[in-house]
């Protein structure tokens, strides 16, 4: 965890150390044995300063001014039916309030980064871990590691929509039911080129959905526009087939035709995963 009073505060205390700890034991222990709830923390909304503040708000208009030309549809309606508070950081309490009935997730707060098999368990359930930290102001531009803007902004407003709904919590079943190596490194790229890097043609255009592009100026611009993209057109076991690094921005990307085509996908690809795992969809 980092040192920095500025940013550390909001996780600062026993009850974020022994969630983590919880969380970095889940490792290793059997898919039934793991318990999401001891992973998840209090979100101390009165810890964040107007600094703290003045970021995400600077973050969500910033975004919001390109967004409206470049996001999903679905994306964009899933920000409108949350009604995010453009100039505090959201309180996940009453963003839950209108994210469960529409389709049952939830956003709960976790302590930091989440081990494969802890996160998997969460979406297993229709639960998003959400990192609750926000950047600093010195760092507004770039931050290596999920923070609040990334996950709630970038993440959340897709989950309102049933059929991306559905497709999430699938993946992370299959994801948590699998102990092959072959379908783990699958499944890791699949994520990638979709949840946090993927793109989808609407109305004869492309736009954005996958929460790295979403949350960043620059790659948004570059998936976009830039020629030395490859788009390809989305097929799963192309791209569980295709390797990505993380230190650049993106030289493949894959384009959906709708949310259908990944639900549809993933159903079938589940279905693989956990028949070789021995367990019942």
């Known amino acids: 965890m980092r040192k ?8 600062d205390g026993e009850e974020f150390e022994r969630a983590q700890a919880a969380a970095d034991a889940a490792y290793n222990l059997p898919e039934d044995l793991i318990d999401p709830e001891s992973f998840y923390v209090t979100q101390h909304w009165d810890r964040y300063t107007e600094e703290n503040h003045e970021v995400w708000a600077t ?28 100039n505090r950081v959201p309180r996940l309490s009453d963003v839950n309030d209108k994210l469960r009935p529409l389709t049952g997730w939830q956003s709960r707060a ?11 368990a969460c979406l297993s359930r229709r639960e998003f871990p959400t990192t609750i930290t926000i950047r600093p102001k010195e760092l507004i531009d770039y931050l290596p590691e999920p923070d609040i803007f990334h996950d709630v902004f970038g993440h959340v407003p897709l989950h309102a929509d049933p059929v991306f709904a559905d497709f999430l919590q699938t993946y992370g079943k299959a994801a948590l039911h699998t102990n092959d ?52 057109p989305f097929d ?45 969809a």
């Open 59 to 86: 973050l969500v208009a910033r975004r919001m001014e390109t967004l409206e030309d470049q996001a999903s549809e679905v994306f964009l309606n899933g920000v409108r039916l949350l009604g995010f508070d453009q």
């Open 110 to 120: 976790v302590p930091g980064y989440l081990p494969a098999k802890a996160f998997f």
């Open 236 to 280: 799963l076991d192309r791209v569980c087939n295709t390797p990505f690094e993380i230190d650049h921005y993106q030289p493949i990307l894959y384009v959906l035709e709708s949310f259908e085509q990944l639900r549809d996908a993933m159903n079938d690809y589940a279905q693989r995963v956990l028949d070789d795992a021995g367990v019942a």
């Open 181 to 232: 190596n072959h379908h783990i490194e699958r499944l890791g790229r699949l994520f990638w080129f979709t949840v946090e890097f993927g793109l989808i043609r609407e109305h004869g255009k492309l736009k954005l959905y996958g929460s790295g592009l979403i949350s960043s100026i620059g790659e948004s611009f570059h998936a976009l526009e830039s020629p030395f993209v490859d788009r390809r």
């Open 4 to 11: 920095d009073i500025r940013y550390n505060n909001i996780i």
